[in-house]
């Protein structure tokens, strides 16, 4: 288990266990639909304190192969679907906060390298006999095509780069040339979940990321009833 690669299940063992918890993990049903399609790129716009973040601790725990969370996920509604046990804990999931590398970093390029040396650490431990090159994208490239095991990427605060570099479109552009390079067109990528605040089609003069389908507030399609509470949400919370 590493701090990015296979980041484990503890984060959502701790919000099963918190005094409130709402059961979201139907979510789950959504995106095994969509694992391994054309559809496996989704991005979650929404404010802040609407679950984006538990959402993405849950997937970790769902996907993650190196634990067991079936003790986490056996009484939620999840485990009576039929996709359930055949997702459960089989992939290797890489989790990013991408403000976590941005505050530590002087401007994008650092970022990004940053970034890439840090997951790097993470699957040389994991598999050193087949990591051998310094680029992100060629060594995740190799790794699948050794053990034909694909990754799930979780990115929260996706945006925060167009946060802090508002005026530096070459930064953006370096930035998302990046994302694409990383994910599109690439067979080792089952799935990749992106949340952020700003949508993603105010970037959309640059098409490096018009693979993912974004949920927003005004348009959140499938994914409504997964962020934020509903009504009967809150009136059971309150009955309790």
Known sequence: MGSYLNPGNALFKMAVNSQIFVDKSMLIDVTNRYLNTMQRFICVSRPRRFGKSVAADMLAAYYDRSVDSSELFEHLEISSQKSYGIHLNQYDVVKLNMQEFLSRSDDVEGMLTLMQRRILSDLKQKYPEYVREEDLVFAMQDVYSHTKRSFVIL???????FREYQQ???????????LRAWLKDQDNVAFAYMTGILPIKKYGSHSALNMFTE??????????????????EVINLCME
């Not at 949920?215 to 009967?232: D, H, R, W």
């Open 155 to 161: 990115i929260d605060e996706w945006d925060c780069l």
């Open 168 to 178: 530096d479109q070459k930064a953006q552009k370096k930035y998302l040339d990046f």
């Open 215 to 232: 949920y927003s507030m005004t348009e959140p399609g499938e994914l409504a009833a997964y962020f934020g509470f509903t009504e009967n």
